[in-house]
């Protein structure tokens, strides 16, 4: 039924819109006193008041105390969010691994679990995963169990496709192409469901949780089994007609020259067939060491094997350009670059990539600033657990018309 205009539906939808604001200003500053919150929200000190009494009745918001400053008159109390005021469950599923986390509305993680393997057919992983979100929905009180804002599920979109490029199985994994595992996952479980593209739920826990509290507007790059990429600007992910807006990883590249590289079928590659951790593990393999999972990969990242540095070499070669081409279209001040594991391979890959770029930028054209993402091997998880959050708590305008920002299904009883 299309909800009635006037007066009061105008006025309440300005009223949660500015009950969002606030959140989001508390989130990037809390603790923060009322003065606080009304100066970073632009609002009203007396709408201020009326908005965090009512998100304090809501159990969103908690006092800690008083500021004592020097300030003159009456210390002001500090507000901020309570960590038990919402809860959001992430299921991560990438094309080597299954992870499920359960977050509070701090961005906390309170509880995980992890299959690290090759993704299974869909009807073994939709088990494997009821079975990781019951268990976590048992560790919620009935009270937190009403604040559970939903589950989010991201996944690289077409997980059927570029198997060549990443060396993996197409028995498998052609049929994740015609499931739609948020829906069954919702038939499942009968709760709500939010999927996602796994660049953008990545990005948007950076923009919720991270970096995205002091910037509006960055790329965001992922470096896992491939590449995945987000777009935030204005406080919002770009998605793009089907959803794939951000996604670096198809950007056409020169051929490697790596020996341990397939060929491709034309004159030019993609990234991702580059630029992921599933091609260093190939080269790793094609050098005689074993990387059969991270905690192996690792391993030979933190032995500073040959084979690695050969692989970051070619790896910036053909991200230092794909990188630039990106900028040159999105006008962003920061890059927020994460992995999917550590060892020191981050860190290394910021510092060659910056230097690689800085001595080739075109002229008159500057680098912004890149920056490691806030939650490594974290943010697939966090940023599926984030979806729910955003969606109910984001003041972005178009996360309010969420049916055409993100898939969301609902099957609860």
């Known amino acids: 039924m299309k909800p009635a205009s006037g007066r009061g539906s105008n006025s309440a939808n300005v009223r949660r819109y500015n009950e969002r604001l606030l959140l989001q200003a508390l989130r990037r500053n809390e603790p923060a006193s009322k003065a606080d919150l009304a ?40 507000i901020r969010l309570d960590p038990r005021g919402a809860f959001g469950i992430g299921v991560r599923l990438d094309r080597t691994s299954i992870e499920t986390v359960l977050v509070n509305f701090a961005g906390d993680v309170l509880a995980r679990s992890a299959v690290d393997s090759v993704l299974p057919h869909p009807a073994a992983a939709l088990k494997i995963v009821q079975r990781d979100v019951e ?37 498998t994994f052609c049929a994740w192409d015609n499931a739609n595992f948020a829906d069954d996952l919702s038939r499942a479980l009968s709760l709500r469901v939010f ?25 965001y790059l992922f470096i896992g089994s491939a590449i995945g990429g987000g777009i935030a600007i204005d406080g919002d992910c770009l998605r793009g007609v089907t959803g ?25 590659d993609i990234l991702l067939s580059r630029a992921s951790l599933n091609a260093l593990v190939r080269h790793l393999s094609y050098s005689g060491a074993v990387a059969d999972n991270r905690i192996d990969l690792q391993a030979c990242i933190e032995r500073r094997l040959p084979a690695v540095d050969e692989w970051i070499d070619d790896c910036i070669e053909a991200l230092a350009p794909a990188l630039r081409s990106t900028l ?30 800085t001595a080739n930028a075109p002229e008159a054209r500057g680098m912004p600033a890149l920056v490691r993402g806030s939650f490594g091997p974290d943010a697939g998880a966090l940023g599926a ?18 049916g055409f920002k993100l898939q969301e299904v609902n099957h609860a009883a």
């Open 328 to 357: 040159c279209v999105l006008d962003v001040p920061m890059v927020v670059i994460d992995s999917d594991i550590d060892g020191g391979l981050l860190d290394k890959l910021l510092d060659r990539l910056t230097a690689t770029m």
């Open 195 to 219: 999927s996602e593209n796994d660049g953008n739920a990545a990005a948007t826990a950076e923009l919720f949780y991270g970096h995205g509290r002091q910037c509006d507007d960055f790329i």
């Open 385 to 402: 657990a984030t979806l729910p959050m955003f969606f109910n708590f984001s003041p972005r305008a178009g996360v309010r018309h969420a």
């Open 39 to 78: 100066r970073h929200a632009n609002l009203t000190s007396t709408a201020v008041g009326s908005i965090v009494e009512a998100l304090a009745n809501a159990g969103l918001i908690e006092t800690l105390g008083r500021r004592h400053d020097g300030q003159r008159g009456q210390p002001a109390s500090l």
């Open 135 to 171: 268990k976590m929905l048992d560790l919620l009180s009935a009270d937190e169990r009403e604040r559970l804002t939903g589950i989010g599920v991201a996944q690289p979109f077409n997980l059927g496709s570029w198997l060549r490029e990443l060396g993996l199985p197409d028995d």
């Open 244 to 268: 794939n807006a951000g996604d670096i990883g198809v950007i056409p590249v020169p051929p490697s020259r790596l020996p341990s590289a397939p060929q491709p079928t034309g004159p030019w």
